[in-house]
């Protein structure tokens, strides 16, 4: 594993069926974020982890659950999808000190239908 | 409620510079960022500013105004790859990033 990996890469999905999109990292980094991006809007953030065994809820959680069991792993899921749900969807990591930036996935594009 | 502002799309030529405006209002302020997304790829990157000023990486510049709530990304002898949507980023006082919609930035030869 290199980095953050994302899967499935895009996916199309029935509406009220249930999906988890996965997140992994190797970069040993604290923090993860779950953002969407739809056209026309910035990044919005979904559910983020400050650390392993805690979550906590963005702009947008409604729909969506997360969870974290250990540094590496953030799944996302959507209990029954229903069209707007239909997004890019991007996990991100980020670090505890310095700058702090984030450090993306290279995202799963769902479409809802 | 928090905004951020940015212009939708820009065009400029090669070898030219170019400046993208970001305005912000946001519930505390904790650092601004500049990210580069190409088209179909994840957001990376480019800048940090904190203080007031110019901070100065290659032939990318990013300003930080905080007292008018002002970012500028100043890029400079633009080459095609430099096609690419900018986002500017807040971090808030939850330590949270804010996100304006992005600047698609078009470069013709």
């Known amino acids: 594993i290199a980095g953050i990996t994302q899967a499935p890469t895009s996916q199309i999905l029935a509406a009220g069926r249930r999906m988890t999109l996965r997140c992994t990292q190797d970069?040993?980094?604290?923090?993860m974020y779950w953002y969407r991006q739809d056209l026309g809007l910035g990044l919005r953030l979904i559910h983020y982890?400050?650390?392993?065994?805690?979550?906590g809820k963005g702009e947008v959680p409604d729909g969506y659950s997360v969870s974290r069991a250990n540094t590496d792993d953030f799944p996302l899921t959507l209990a029954s999808a229903v069209p707007s749900q239909t997004s890019v969807y991007f996990c991100?990591?980020?670090?505890?000190?310095?700058?702090?930036?984030?450090?993306f996935g290279p995202g799963t594009r769902l479409t809802v239908l | 409620g928090q905004n951020i502002d940015q212009p939708t799309e820009m065009t400029a030529t090669e070898g030219a510079i170019v400046q993208i405006n970001c305005t912000y209002q946001t519930s505390g302020f904790n650092g601004l960022f500049w990210y580069q997304q190409h088209a179909g790829e994840a957001p990376t990157f480019l800048s940090y500013?904190?203080l007031d000023g110019l901070e100065e990486k290659g032939r990318f510049s990013s300003f930080l105004s905080r007292s008018k709530g002002y970012s500028y990304l100043l890029l400079k002898e633009l080459q095609m790859k430099d096609s690419a949507s900018y986002l500017c980023a807040v971090r808030d006082s939850n330590y949270q990033l804010i996100w304006g919609a992005g600047t698609k930035l078009i470069i013709k030869p």
């Open positions: 991100a990591t980020g670090t505890s000190g310095g700058v702090n930036e984030q450090f």
């Open positions: 500013n904190v």
């Open positions: 982890s400050n650390t392993a065994g805690t979550t």
């Open positions: 970069m040993r980094h604290n923090a």
